[in-house]
């Protein structure tokens, strides 16, 4: 089995958000990280606009997509969201299909 196959179905959620403070955002986003562990969160990427860093791209991979989406739409992520300074995300969620480095 290829490396492409074994990622195929893996389970990934790409959120973009732009944030009031980055500074703020991260010492929370930093402190959730047990509780996203724990929600089926199995690692991350954070990426900034060029041209706006306040504007947060966050892609990470989870156990599944209903584990996902139960942590993201739960009354507890929208406070924190909020307390964190979070104006209008996006969520996609998605299912990989091929990845491969070249």
């Not at 973009?16 to 199995?42: L, N, P």
Request: hydrophobic share 50%; net charge negative; proline share 2%.
């Amino acid at each position: 089995m290829t490396a492409a196959q074994e990622n195929a179905g893996r389970s990934h959620v790409l959120i973009i958000h732009e944030v009031e403070d980055y500074e703020r955002w991260k010492a929370i986003f930093d402190d959730a990280a047990a509780i996203r562990r724990d929600a089926g969160e199995i690692a991350y990427q954070l990426l900034a606009y060029e041209t706006d860093a306040r504007c947060v791209v966050h892609f990470s991979c989870w156990s599944s997509l209903a584990a996902a989406r139960a942590f993201f739409e739960s009354p507890k992520l929208v406070e924190i969201r909020r307390i964190a300074g979070v104006c209008a995300p996006q969520f996609l969620y998605l299912n990989e299909i091929e990845a491969k480095i070249l």
